[in-house]
């Protein structure tokens, strides 16, 4: 079984930029569509952004122009670069396998001054 290893959370300065990387322990190539998804404190989990094997992607609305997501299928990690953070962003980030529902353990991103 694929695990994901989250990595690059932390605290930052609205404003401010973060990168969280994902690793997998194994071939993403052949995975259609990988995801960085965030659960706030009484909040659903909800869908950041999606990259497929084709390097085409989606945003959701309200991190569109701030964050970007990349893969390198070489070394088996999506990356997802946060720009202009807000504290809304404050959550705990997942990377998702989508093809085989994997989910790694999270890394907490606190925007805050």
């Known amino acids: 079984q694929v695990q994901l290893v989250e990595s690059g959370g932390g605290l930052v300065q609205p404003g401010g930029s973060l990168r969280l990387s994902c690793a997998a322990s194994?071939?993403?190539?052949?995975?259609?569509?990988m995801g960085w998804y965030r659960q706030a404190p009484g909040k659903q989990r909800e869908l950041v952004a999606q990259?497929?094997?084709?390097?085409?992607?989606f945003y959701a609305d309200f991190v569109k122009g701030r964050f970007t997501i990349s893969r390198d299928n070489g070394k088996n990690t999506v990356d997802l670069q946060m720009n202009s953070l807000k504290p809304e962003d404050t959550a705990v980030y997942y990377c998702?396998?989508?093809?085989?529902?994997?989910w790694g353990q999270g890394t907490q991103v606190t925007v805050s001054s």
């Open positions: 194994g071939s993403i190539s052949s995975v259609y569509s």
């Open positions: 998702k396998d989508n093809l085989r529902e994997i």
């Open positions: 990259i497929n094997s084709g390097y085409s992607t």
